[in-house]
């Protein structure tokens, strides 16, 4: 596999100044990004997600080059982004979910007109893309609009059509559903599945809603403190975060807590019981030795929520 | 070269959009145009040949001053007002990773801003003035070119001091404070209170040999004639001179204020 993105031990140190007393000032670093190392294919769509201040906005502006590492190496296509960052423009895409690039009192359609000019795009090939866009993305009826009069999922959806018009190989996105309803969301995602199958455009997707990572990524990798903590399928985070299934058991009547050897109770309330039992582990013998031995009147289960095992991933590993 | 004529086109019809602004603008212009004419005529009445010229061309200058303040956006409202915000948000990285150059991409951007507000804010003010007061106005078709060209040279200076100073933010992180500082260097030294021509001895040879003259002393006097041959050639020369010398500035400044850039928020 052709290495697309490639870091290599990068760092990224700030300095900060804070007040200490009245004139006194204290400068301190923080370590945004701290030894990352790790390589994206090309045509794979990775996730990225870690807790607030993880790091993961300062690695996406230092892959576009405007952010320029204090140590260790990183090539996008084989460019150093913050030495050549002119020339990687015109291959890369970017969406900062909290910014828009996009011109705030004109028109969207000025807006893309811009994009015509800046990224050099071929008429036909302009045309193309941006039907394409429209389409999938259903702005048609958006274009005439002032992007100030957009609401934010209609802007959002603007700004990932902007960043794509000039065919970008890969494509960063930094919180692309941040603030958007479910029918907003799922268009979005819909849209980067099919960019990346027809199109094997590279993404790298910085979110902080998993449904996003376990709808469209394969792999996922999460840093903490500027490190990677993990990074593999999502599925194999349960068994780094040793999660657990949860059977909900409707009783007859009020009962005092199941006990039995392959779970164990975690709730009550009133007849419903709450029993979590490993992940890795089927359902099945539970189901039977319960029914066996208790009134069950109804049974539900309940898949590990990812969120949770990041959850106790991200505070299990900041202590350190 | 097309993309920075779609920028200016672009900012030029965002202005264009702000109807009401530039209505309330209109009239603000032409009030303090009424104001100041009527001060002026005092002052010249009392003095006459104050700065050499006569009470029409005094006037005149003053409704000329109306008419190109927005345009040379010399008490702010041009660009750096945005640029200033976008780089203390941080909004500034999303103009980074395109391949575009920043100052060419804001100089195009308050160029757009700048025709819009010399036909939006300068044209009816100007006009009213014309109507009501006793103008000095150009006999020729040649002095009006010749003073449009002075004042494009002006737009280019203006930028490139306000150029600066937004960048200055890079470093102070609130730009703000420069900025005011250089509006109101800029009010007096254009000569937008006084025609620089009015102050005697250093001072005024002083304020008549820094940049900002350009933007209003200089075109000024075109329009009014008393810049010709050799000597409007020589107002050209000592525009674009600035003009180069603080876009080179402007240059060399933001090639360090991208390297050394820490981008604010996340
Ligand atoms: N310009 C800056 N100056 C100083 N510190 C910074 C700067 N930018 C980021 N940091 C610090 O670097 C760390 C990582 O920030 P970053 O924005 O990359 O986090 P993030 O993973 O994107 O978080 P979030 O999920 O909240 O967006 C934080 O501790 C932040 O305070
Ligand atoms: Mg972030």
């Known amino acids: 596999m052709e290495a697309f993105i490639e870091l290599d031990g990068v760092e990224k140190v700030f300095d900060v100044r804070r007040r200490a007393g009245l004139l006194r000032r204290e400068k301190s670093q923080v370590r945004a990004v701290d030894g990352l190392s790790f390589t994206v294919a090309r045509g794979e769509m990775v996730g990225y997600i870690g807790p607030n201040g993880a790091g993961k906005s300062t690695t996406i502006k230092m892959l576009t080059g405007i952010l320029t590492p204090s140590g260790g190496r990183l090539r996008v296509a084989g460019i150093d982004p913050a030495r050549e960052r002119t020339r990687l423009a015109r291959r890369i895409g970017v969406v900062f979910g909290q910014r828009t690039t996009l011109w705030w009192d004109l028109p969207l359609k000025d807006s893309y007109r811009l994009m015509h000019r800046m990224y050099r795009i071929p008429d036909q090939r302009f045309r193309e893309n941006l039907e394409r866009c429209v389409e999938l993305l259903d702005l048609g009826e958006l274009l005439e609009v002032p992007v100030r009069q957009l609401s934010l999922g209609q802007r959002m959806r603007g700004d990932i059509a902007a960043a794509l018009l000039h065919d970008p190989e890969v494509l960063y996105l930094d919180e692309p559903t941040i603030g958007l309803d479910v029918i907003s969301k799922a268009k979005v995602r819909d849209f980067l599945r099919d960019l990346n199958a027809d199109r094997g455009t590279t993404v790298l997707l910085t979110t902080h809603d998993l449904t996003d990572i376990e709808q469209l990524c394969r792999r996922v990798m999460v840093i903490d403190h500027g490190r990677l903590m993990y990074d593999g399928a999502l599925a194999g985070l349960h068994e780094v975060g040793e999660s657990e299934r949860t059977l909900i058991v409707d009783l007859e009547r009020e009962l005092p807590p199941v006990v039995i050897d392959l779970a164990r109770t975690v709730r009550v309330e009133g007849p419903r019981q709450w029993l979590a039992f490993p992940a890795s582990q089927s359902a099945a013998p539970l189901v039977s030795a319960l029914a066996a031995r208790y009134p069950v009147m109804d049974l539900s289960l309940r898949e590990p929520d990812i969120e949770a095992v990041i959850a106790k991933m991200y505070a299990g590993r900041s202590g350190q | ?266």
């Not at chain 2, 000024?220 to 004639?225: K, M, N, Q, T, W």
């Not at chain 2, 008393?226 to 001179?241: I, N, V």
């Open chain 2, 1 to 266: 070269m097309r993309l920075y004529g779609v920028v200016m086109v672009g900012w030029f019809r965002r202005y264009a959009t702000y109807r009401m602004a530039t209505a309330a603008g209109v009239f603000t212009n032409t009030a303090f145009g009424f104001i100041m004419a009527y001060t002026y005529t005092a002052l010249w009445d009392e003095r006459p040949q104050l700065g050499g010229y006569d009470v029409s061309q005094a006037v005149t200058y003053v409704w000329l001053g109306q008419a190109l303040l927005m345009a040379c956006a010399l008490m702010g409202g041009g660009f750096e007002d945005e640029l200033i915000e976008r780089i203390r948000t941080g909004d500034i990285a999303t103009d980074l990773y395109r391949p575009a150059d920043l100052q060419l991409w804001w100089l195009a951007c308050d160029l757009g801003r700048a025709f819009f507000h010399l036909v939006g804010r300068g044209v009816i003010p100007m006009a009213i003035g014309a109507f009501a007061f006793d103008l000095t106005l150009p006999g020729s078709a040649l002095t009006w070119i010749a003073f449009l060209v002075c004042v494009v040279l002006g737009l280019l200076v203006s930028f490139a001091i306000r150029f600066l100073v937004a960048l200055s933010a890079f470093w102070l992180m609130d730009g703000s404070g420069m900025a005011q500082i250089s509006w109101l260097a800029g009010m007096f030294f254009s000569g937008m209170l006084l025609p620089l021509t009015v102050f005697p001895g250093t001072l005024g040879e002083v304020a008549r040999a820094l940049p900002w003259s350009s933007v209003l002393q200089i075109p000024a006097d075109v329009f009014l004639g008393k810049r010709t041959g050799w000597a409007l050639a020589e107002a050209y020369a000592f525009q674009a001179g600035w003009a180069l010398a603080l876009l080179g500035a402007g240059r060399l400044l933001q090639t360090a204020a991208t390297r050394r850039v820490v981008l604010q928020g996340g």
